[in-house]
């Protein structure tokens, strides 16, 4: 699959065309990359080369593939896309807090599919830092309203528990 | 009308014994509410499909009902001060038709607001520390608990404090927002559970361990709808500040693997099911083992520490007797007030108080509906003879929780005078029903009409005393919402062919020894149902052992034989 002319990415506060190539099951792989291959055949025969190859690899999940699977691959990847087959799927969610928290991923963590501007602020907050928005309607949306909350009540940013323990520590000092 | 939203409280100001929003609470609700009025314009706009729509007014408890929008307005733990309460009368006068409906989850439904003037209510609802976030969609909903939380004598402690704690950890929570399906937590601190925590997604029962240190017995996949299951028991002691980490991670189980193919088959119930309790118990276990939780616990603990310091009784008086000469002297020369007394009033911890329960029941009403002057005249009653607390039960009535013995019959009058003293609390006419036909855009039969003419039938008081105990709960789908599976007498209403048909349950019971309702026999059509309850009224009253054998102990000694003998003997 070539690149999209569809779509832009939005990530580090802006929106870029998108670099990563979608590699199907069966087409070459690129000497450089970078290309998201599916778990399937990172796992595949080819694993071998992905692991000490040359080539910048991403690998794309489908909510029921297994993140332990990626174990052996964790420092060759350089991006992870989730797929949320419909908005109101909330399995990804919990995929990224497991790959950021448990499993220590450090880099780019990518939501793909129905990726909608109401549902920015909490893919950030659990890891995603890169969003694949489609072009027309959703993109309008996208660059019409951000109002994000700045008070949260849970990990994994700081919480509203924990700004209220700063300022009972403010206390006990003065 | 408008003028008079913002007016001042009546009566002597006082500050309930509940949750205050600190400065974070209050931004957090602000800015939510500026968010969906910016949602709702852009929905206007056209930059929003309906489909898209759809679960961002849901998080914010708004439905798109039979005939117009419904919002649902949360009320956490059914605690609402005098304040909230007036506001709530306030905003069914300007933006509904003059009322409000308080359902079974301890919320309180506005049936006809204006999708444009929802930010505005919204606001209304922030001023007084009020939202309606997670009242709906796939996500945390109201936590429930006892109605008599923090005034029960036989409470172990009162759970309404973690109830806080897990509303904020649950609000818009980034990872649970978009569940498989809805989920409801319920807490008990009494033993005599009634907070029907068995049939609920999760289920806590508050316990202390072998120390005295305080926890949870935590329950999972209960819940009633199309299949009613009972929850079952995950784990039997948890320390108590252990509590977010692990009702997170049987969330994070629910979240990963719960059913998201069917629709029906999404409840957390359906998972642990079908996974077995030992493969499910098995599965959070290792999720939570797999984290790091002391510094969450640390902080539950401090945070835990704060909240319940709003909680801590103020303003009762001393040393009070245990009994008032004034009410014992009522109750001796007013029959009436003596009727109501027995029904409605319960002991209270401290003495020379007592608990006084307001039926939202009145024969031939809605059950749960109450006017904008019926609010006022509670939140008033609240402010001058209440502790400026109001509480809202599940079954659908409402709860002065500290009331002064000696005022006790100067609120009877004022609550009779508002319409407000009928005197049938846990009676056959104290009943639990959906909204129904009337305004549900899934139901299969009417509902309230099936309440009111039941409750007509059994409208003599003397009668309803001499069956006792007897909760009938009625649902106008297999979604449940009338609890009818839990109800001793349950009703549910289906369509067959077109026509109405009422299919009833016996045995369910939502305390704690929950039980589930079984079918009966086949159904009864719309004019013959209040017949057929009343058959098995008499059924019971003709062969108990005495008034001492309840409608439920009279069913489990006897099954079902005598009434279908009674109901399809006939026929
Ligand atoms: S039980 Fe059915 S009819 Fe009644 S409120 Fe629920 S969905 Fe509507």
């Known amino acids: ?174 | 009308m408008s003028a008079t939203v913002l007016e001042a409280p009546v009566g002597a100001s006082v500050t309930p014994a509940t949750y205050c929003y600190d400065a974070f609470d209050k931004q957090f609700v602000a800015e939510r509410t500026a968010q969906f009025r910016d949602q709702v314009e852009r929905r206007l706009a056209g930059l929003l499909t309906e489909e898209q729509f759809k679960p961002l007014r849901l998080m914010n408890g708004v439905y798109l009902q039979l005939h117009a929008y419904m919002l649902r307005v949360a009320i956490p733990y059914g605690t609402l001060s005098a304040v909230q309460l007036r506001r709530l009368a306030d905003i069914a006068e300007r933006f509904d038709k003059g009322y409000g409906h308080f359902t079974t989850r301890q919320n309180l439904q506005f049936n006809w607001p204006r999708l444009v003037e929802i930010p505005d209510i919204l606001e209304q609802l922030a001023e007084v520390e009020m939202h309606a976030i997670q009242t709906s969609g796939n996500c945390i909903r109201n936590v429930t608990t006892d109605q008599w939380a923090g005034v029960a004598a036989d409470e172990i402690m009162d759970p309404r404090p973690w109830c806080e704690l897990l509303r904020q950890w649950s609000s818009l929570h980034p990872e649970f927002s978009f569940l498989p399906r809805k989920f409801k937590i319920a807490v008990t601190g009494s033993p005599v559970d009634r907070a029907a925590v068995a049939t609920h997604d999760i289920g806590l029962r508050m316990k202390r361990d072998g120390e005295g240190r305080p926890g949870f017995e935590v329950l999972a996949g209960g819940g009633l709808g199309r299949t009613p299951i009972l929850a079952r028991t995950v784990r039997a002691f948890l320390p108590a500040d252990e509590l977010l980490a692990y009702v997170g991670a049987i969330l994070r189980v629910y979240n990963r693997f719960g059913r998201r193919d069917n629709k029906f088959k999404a409840r957390i119930k359906i998972l642990v099911h079908e996974q077995g309790i030992e493969a499910f118990r098995a599965a959070v276990e290792a999720e939570y083992a797999a984290g790091e939780h002391a510094a969450e616990a640390a902080l539950t603990r401090a945070e835990l520490a704060r909240i319940q310091a709003h909680f801590q009784p103020i303003g009762y008086e001393d040393d009070l007797p245990e009994r008032d000469p004034g009410f014992d002297r009522a109750v001796f020369e007013d029959e009436v007030f003596a009727g109501w007394v027995r029904g409605n009033l319960v002991r209270h911890k401290v003495p020379g108080y007592a608990i006084v329960n307001i039926s939202l029941k009145p024969v031939g009403g809605i059950p749960g509906d109450a006017t904008a002057a019926q609010m006022r005249t509670v939140a008033d009653l609240a402010e001058r003879h209440g502790l400026g607390e109001i509480r809202v039960t599940h079954e659908q009535n409402l709860v002065l929780p500290h009331v002064r013995l000696r005022d006790v019959h100067a609120v009877w009058e004022a609550l009779g005078e508002a319409g407000l003293a009928t005197p049938n609390l846990g009676l056959i006419s104290d009943i639990i029903a959906c909204p129904g036909m009337d305004y549900c855009a899934l139901a299969t039969a009417r509902s309230i009409p099936v309440a009111q003419a039941v409750a007509r039938r059994f409208a003599d008081l003397d009668r309803q005393r001499q069956i006792g105990d007897l909760k009938i709960k009625i649902s106008g789908c297999i979604n449940a919402c009338g609890h009818h599976h839990v109800g001793h007498i349950g009703i549910l209403g289906l369509e067959k062919k077109g026509v109405e048909s009422y299919q009833i349950t016996l045995g369910g019971d939502a305390g704690a020894d929950a039980a589930i309702g079984k079918i009966l026999g086949p159904g009864f059509a719309y004019d013959e149902i209040t017949d057929a309850v009343e058959t098995i009224v008499d059924t019971y009253l003709q062969g108990r052992n005495g008034p001492g054998e309840t409608f439920l102990a009279f069913h489990a000694r006897v099954g079902a034989a005598p009434f279908k003998e009674a109901l399809y003997a006939a026929r």
């Open chain 1, 1 to 174: 699959m070539q690149h999209d002319e569809n779509r832009l990415v939005f990530q580090d506060g802006q929106f870029t065309d998108d670099v990563w190539v979608d590699l199907p099951d069966d087409g070459p792989i690129p000497v450089e990359g970078p290309a998201i291959v599916t778990l399937v055949r990172l796992a595949g025969d080819d694993g071998e080369y992905f692991l000490h190859g040359g080539c910048r690899i991403g690998v794309r999940l489908r909510p029921e593939d297994r993140l332990g699977d990626l174990v052996p691959w964790m420092a060759r990847l350089e991006l992870i896309a989730l797929n949320f087959e419909k908005f109101t799927d909330g399995r990804p969610y919990s995929a990224a807090r497991l790959l950021r928290e448990r499993m220590g991923y450090r880099g780019r963590l990518r939501a793909t599919g129905e990726v909608l501007v109401d549902q920015y602020a909490a893919m950030r907050r659990c890891g995603f830092d890169s969003f694949v928005v489609a072009k027309g309607r959703a993109l309008r949306s996208w660059q019409a309203a951000r109002i994000e909350m700045s008070v949260r009540y849970q990990a994994p940013q700081e919480s509203v528990l924990e700004r209220r323990h700063a300022r009972r520590a403010v206390l006990e000092v003065a």
